[in-house]
């Protein structure tokens, strides 16, 4: 079994397939896992699209499947797995990261309360939310 | 530190969000002893720090009605203070806990007066005063959010040294978060990862901050 882990997401596949550094998804689990589609024209998410690189393609692509890791790379994310191949982070890039801040709109999260009660910050859209952070260490 | 300004203002459309970058079992304790009437959220991945580029707590990011940034992530009220304290007794030279306390009395004064008028506020910053202050994350660090990620993750399986492996990793490529490195740490009996490692790194700093200063206006 499969685990993998995309922003805040951790979704267990039963059909991806691990091979060194390659990590097959079909385009359901793929969309399961990251919520991007793996569509003709690439893989896509809201009004984005990369395609998968023709010169590649024979690499990336196995029969209904995606080297997603592979991709991911290509997209300049960062990817990461444990040494048995079962779990998996596909990170955001820095890129995407530094973009998203100097847009100067709060990326939106959602985490839990002690009780379990998720709250996003849009949520609280309407009002002056002051973010801070503490920790027990 | 928060309260007084949440009971104080939080019926004028404006609220506190405290994020533990921790544990629910570390925080728990914390969060019940002072039962603020604020939201407290636990961040047990991180993922706060991925998204805003944090490195240390306290931290904060102020944002407006629209879900604007008005100020980037920044020192919330701490100072570097505890680095001239007494390392057997964590007694502080008077100067600068007087310090400590003036910092601290500033920022929650910035943060009241935002709360109260909003966008008028003089420490809430225009959209190209707010973008020059933004400390965008180098490429490394990504990765690194990614090795402390599946890090935790292996930590909740059990997998506790590959997990530590994971956090190696991390902290090599992001040097500069702290809370990657504590968060990783051996712990004391008090929960603190304040031991001799951590002195050793803090002092390593040599004349860069510990707690970036903040520009107030």
């Known amino acids: ?32 896992a990251t919520g991007w589609d793996w569509k003709p024209e690439g893989l896509c998410r809201d009004a984005t699209c990369v395609p998968v690189p023709r010169a590649r393609a024979s690499e990336l692509v196995r029969d209904d ?50 009780d379990g009660r998720m709250h996003r910050l849009s949520d609280y859209r309407g009002q002056r939310v002051f973010l801070v952070t503490w920790a027990s260490w | 530190m928060w309260q007084a300004v949440f009971d104080e203002l939080h019926t004028q459309g404006f609220t506190v969000l405290a994020v533990a970058m921790d544990t629910p079992e570390a925080a728990r304790p914390w969060i019940e002893a002072a039962r603020p009437a604020y939201p407290c959220l636990i961040d047990r991945d991180h993922h706060l720090a991925d998204l805003y580029h944090l490195v240390n707590v306290p931290q904060a990011v102020w944002i407006d009605e629209s879900g604007r940034i008005v100020r980037p992530p920044e020192t919330a009220g701490a100072t570097d203070g505890f680095r001239v304290m007494d390392r057997t007794t964590f ?85 500069d978060s702290w809370a990657m490195w504590r968060q990783a740490a051996p712990k ?25 200063p903040v520009e107030l206006d």
């Open chain 2, 91 to 175: 007694t502080m030279p008077e100067d600068a806990a007087a310090e400590r306390a003036r910092v601290r009395q500033a920022y929650v004064d910035a943060v009241r007066d935002w709360a109260r008028r909003g966008a008028v506020s003089r420490h809430a910053l225009d959209p190209a005063r707010a973008a020059a202050r933004l400390q965008p994350p180098a490429p490394g660090i990504a990765q690194a959010h990614a090795h402390f990620r599946l890090g935790q993750h292996l930590l909740r399986l059990g997998r506790e040294d590959e997990a530590q492996a994971q956090f190696a990793e991390a902290i090599r490529l992001h040097p």
């Open chain 1, 65 to 114: 499947a995606l080297d997603v890791a592979g991709m991911w790379r290509h997209m300049g994310h960062p990817v990461v797995h444990d040494r048995t191949g079962e779990h998996w982070v596909l990170g955001t890039g820095a890129q995407d990261r530094a973009g998203a801040l100097a847009a100067l709109e709060a990326p939106d999260f959602a985490l839990p309360d002690l």
């Open chain 1, 1 to 32: 079994m499969i685990t993998v882990l995309h922003e805040q997401r951790e979704t267990a596949l039963p059909d991806a397939r691990a091979d060194g550094e390659a990590l097959w998804l079909r385009a359901g689990d793929l969309a399961r």
């Open chain 2, 188 to 212: 004391d009996a008090r929960g603190l990862a304040s031991g001799a490692a951590f002195w050793a790194r803090v002092d390593a700093l040599g004349d860069r901050p510990y707690y970036r």
